[in-house]
Each structure stands twice: as C-alpha cells, then as structure tokens.
C-alpha cells in the first residue's frame, strides 16, 4: 500500500522560509513521479512542482524562482523548498505520486496516490 506522508508546514511572515517533506513507501514500480499540488479554500486544486525520472521539473508560473522541488531517492524523499513566501501561497500543499509522468494540470482524479496535506500559512 503506498502511503505518503507530508511534514514541514506551518505559519511564517510573508517573504519567509519554509521546507515541505514528503516520505513515501509501498510502491512498486521503480520509479514513481511526485509532485506537489495545493489547494486554498475555496479554490480548486492546482499543481505547483513536478519532477521526472530524468531529474526534469516543472513549476506553476506563480512561483518559478520562488520554489524548488527536489527528491532523495535513497530516503525515498520529495522536498519542495519554498523561499520568499507570499500571503497567496497560503493552502493546504499535496504531496502526489503515481507510475506514469503526469503534469502540473493533469487533473485531480487521475493521480492515484495522494497525502494528508500540511497546512502553510503566510501572514502579511
């Protein structure tokens, strides 16, 4: 059973810091494509960091040099290091992993594997 499990969320200044974790297991395919979705309340779900097996990634327009994605895979790891935070970024961020290279709008239903959430919050 594969679970993913996202830490790292919390409540900072605008313009602060924060690093999101993702520790996954149970898969069985040899490499798993993550990524990290995030949803305001309110608001629809939306991709904001992808990376593929070929150490490729992608971001939502919103924070390209803001945010970096990253993964370890010997700890079996996704990262997604978010700098210069802004009040807009507050929501709840999505850790998910699937078998096939899906992008930042493939839709919610098609991505098997989902997280709990970890709440960020960015105050002005």
């Known amino acids: 059973q594969v679970q993913l499990v996202e830490s790292g969320g919390g409540s900072v200044q605008a313009g602060g810091s924060l690093r999101l974790s993702c520790a996954a297991s149970?898969?069985?395919?040899?490499?798993?494509?993550m990524g990290w979705f995030r949803q305001a309340p309110g608001k629809e779900r939306e991709g904001v960091a992808v990376?593929?097996?070929?150490?490729?990634?992608s971001y939502v327009d919103s924070v390209k040099g803001r945010f970096t994605i990253s993964q370890d895979n010997a700890k079996n790891t996704l990262y997604l290091q978010m700098n210069s935070l802004k009040p807009e970024d507050t929501a709840m961020y999505y850790c998910?992993?699937?078998?096939?290279?899906?992008?930042?709008?493939?839709?919610?239903?098609?991505?098997?594997?989902w997280g709990q959430g970890t709440q960020v919050t960015v105050s002005s």
């Open positions: 998910a992993a699937d078998s096939w290279a899906y992008g930042l709008g493939t839709p919610r239903r098609l991505i098997a594997y």
């Open positions: 990376i593929y097996s070929d150490g490729s990634t």
């Open positions: 149970g898969y069985t395919w040899s490499t798993p494509y």
